[in-house]
């Protein structure tokens, strides 16, 4: 068992947004993040050949464009992102 702790992992910066890697057990596994998108602030478009990204919403500022489509999640929706989504 594991308990990891937000507050003990550090801010990352990246283009337009920030992140904290909560739990990477190795370089080809799952991946646990939280991320911010600050307001006003764009994320760079991107898609993965082979990995999922599943997002978990904690406000409802902003939307997401995902194979053309605007989506604007809610607290407590989740966005599955699957492989060659974009």
């Known amino acids: 068992m594991k308990i990891i702790k937000s507050e003990n992992k550090e801010w990352q910066g990246g283009k337009g947004y920030s992140k904290k890697?909560?739990?990477?057990?190795?370089?080809?596994?799952?991946?646990?993040?939280?991320?911010?998108?600050?307001?006003?602030?764009?994320?760079?478009?991107?898609?993965?050949?082979?990995?999922?990204?599943?997002?978990?919403?904690l406000n409802n500022n902003g939307y997401w464009v995902i194979n053309g489509e605007q989506v604007e999640p809610k607290v407590g929706e989740l966005l599955v992102v699957e492989p060659n989504d974009r």
Do not use: D, M
């Not at 057990?25 to 939280?34: F, R």
């Not at 991320?35 to 006003?40: E, L």
């Open 21 to 57: 890697i909560l739990f990477k057990p190795n370089e080809n596994s799952i991946v646990v993040q939280e991320v911010k998108i600050g307001s006003g602030e764009t994320a760079k478009s991107h898609y993965h050949k082979k990995q999922t990204e599943i997002f978990y919403f």
